[in-house]
């Protein structure tokens, strides 16, 4: 058992969200230890180079949106990022079994034929919405059809919902998995006039007005942590090390085993970066409460991400976009298909094409759960269709995530209530994370910048 220094704070989970507080911890002048359970560091982003392939298995890109732009700037990682092609400005919805471009503007939403032009007239009445105070939540589905109607849920938002959270907008709340949505609607009624006084306003302040960039790296999304690893000291990262107790109080303390050895240690404060399951797991005190079991309530569906290399000819598509979304009225197997190698460069051999499936989520999670065998054969009839596919893949990746992505469904607030009460309960703990403070990549670097400010302010470093 080392000595305990009131700057010294545990970080637990070396994902995204704990590494970036590790960092910014770091830079506030405390003496940070984080604990990781795996062999690495990284949490969901999870890349692998093989053959001349590039493969994630996790997240395949982020937006490069303030907070990220800061980060990388810290690391000396701004002149390694994979910009998207251009091309992929360019995605698709599956309607018909055609993939069908999404409008990209009014003019082009006019126009196209992803939606009908009932719907289409329907979303410029929009307009006229007036502001609206909801006093309880509803899902995501009743939300948008109030604003656009039935089929911009069915053809637009259930797609969108698919490829963001692989969830299921009949069942995801309005208020927490869209905040801005809703927050929009209060403020403004309309949701597009919300959307260009947002745009008005950050022009005002001088910022970009666009959609954020996206953006990986030239060696995948890996590099993000990893160099929060390396920019850390060697003895501030713990990996292979499950934490399985904390023991509240001052000083904190930390009970974590590697390699069969049990040890305690001792910090000023304390910080959670864990998965729901992690934190359902985690022992309060000695008396073996699991304070925080209820979260293990919290909605996962399995997911599987499925790469698939061809050789070019096999292919028939252009495969001139970002990807294709799958509603689920067009009954297919998979959620949706990105093409991994029109998206960044060197994602696949001279002469090949890389796409990267998802299935399963909350729509179907009998086929996130498939073996690769079956899951190959239950997916390719469906990519000959929509692609014109021939033949069988010359690479095949396959990661499963049993507990993929926290779905924030309607009675979310059961799982933020006990973080909040466990927080008041002991002075010295944050909480943070996906499962709590929003699920992109951009949203888990400022859960960790949060959580960072709150510990290094109780820990009394110097704030960065
Ligand atoms: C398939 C998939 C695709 C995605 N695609 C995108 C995308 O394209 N863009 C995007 O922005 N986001 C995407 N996301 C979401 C995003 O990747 C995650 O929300 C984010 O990485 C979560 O980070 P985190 O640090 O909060 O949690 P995690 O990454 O889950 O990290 C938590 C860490 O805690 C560790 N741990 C657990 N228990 C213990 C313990 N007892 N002791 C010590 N350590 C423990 C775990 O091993 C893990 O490393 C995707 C997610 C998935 C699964």
């Not at 990220?68 to 400005?89: D, H, N, P």
């Not at 970009?208 to 942590?225: E, K, N, R």
């Not at 509603?327 to 949706?336: D, I, K």
């Not at 990105?338 to 994602?347: D, I």
């Amino acid at each position: 058992m080392g000595t305990t220094s009131n700057k010294s704070v545990a970080v637990i989970g070396g994902g995204i969200t704990g590494l970036t507080a590790a960092w910014r911890l770091h830079r506030a002048g405390c003496d940070v230890t984080l604990f990781e359970k795996s062999p690495q560091v990284g949490g969901a982003i999870v890349t692998t180079e093989r053959d001349g392939w590039l493969v994630e298995g996790g997240p395949n890109s982020l937006q490069q949106t303030t907070g990220i732009a800061a980060l990388l700037g810290e690391l000396g990682l701004t002149g390694q990022r994979a910009m998207a092609s251009t091309a992929a400005k360019k995605r698709f919805i599956v309607r018909g079994g055609r993939l069908i471009p999404v409008p990209l503007s009014p003019a082009g939403l006019l126009v196209s034929p992803l939606f009908s032009l009932r719907s289409r007239l329907r979303v410029l009445a929009e307009l006229l919405t007036r502001p609206r105070v909801r006093t309880t939540d509803t899902s995501l589905a009743n939300f948008v059809a109030a604003h656009f109607g039935r089929e911009i849920v069915d053809y637009g938002i259930n797609p969108f919902a698919a490829g963001v959270y692989a969830g299921d907008p009949e069942k995801l709340s309005a208020r927490y998995a869209f905040p801005n949505l809703w927050q929009l609607e209060r403020q403004y009624g309309s949701l597009l006039r919300g959307f260009r006084a947002q745009a008005e306003e950050r022009r005002a302040r001088g910022e970009a007005t666009g959609v954020a960039p996206i953006i990986s790296f030239a060696h995948g999304m890996q590099t993000l942590p990893r160099a929060l690893q390396a920019a850390l000291p060697d003895e501030a990262v713990r990996s292979g090390a499950t934490v399985t107790n904390i023991i509240p109080g001052q000083p904190w303390k930390i009970i974590w085993t590697r390699d069969g050895t049990v040890e305690t240690s001792e910090f000023g404060a304390v910080i959670l970066a864990l998965p729901a399951s992690g934190l359902a797991q985690l022992v309060f005190g000695t008396l073996g409460e699991r304070t925080l079991a209820s979260l293990d309530h919290q909605p996962h569906p399995p997911v599987s991400s499925l790469f698939l290399g061809f050789r070019r000819e096999q292919v028939a598509h252009p495969l001139d976009g970002f990807g294709a979304l799958v509603p689920a009225a067009e009954r297919h197997s998979l959620l949706g298909v990105l093409f991994s190698s029109t998206l960044f460069p060197g994602r696949a051999p001279d002469g090949h094409v890389a796409l990267t499936v998802f299935a399963g989520g909350s729509r179907q999670p009998e086929t996130g759960r498939l073996s690769t065998e079956s899951l190959v054969s239950r997916v390719l009839p469906d990519l000959r269709t929509l692609l014109g596919l021939t033949g069988d893949p010359v690479f095949t990746h396959h990661t499963f995530w049993p507990k993929a992505i926290p779905q924030y469904n309607l009675g979310h607030e059961r799982f933020l209530e006990p973080l909040a009460r466990c927080e008041n309960q002991h002075p010295g703990l944050f909480i943070g994370g996906a499962s709590r403070d929003g699920i992109s990549l951009p949203d888990c670097v400022q859960s960790g910048d949060a959580l960072a400010r709150k510990a290094a302010e109780f820990a009394g470093g110097k704030q960065s």
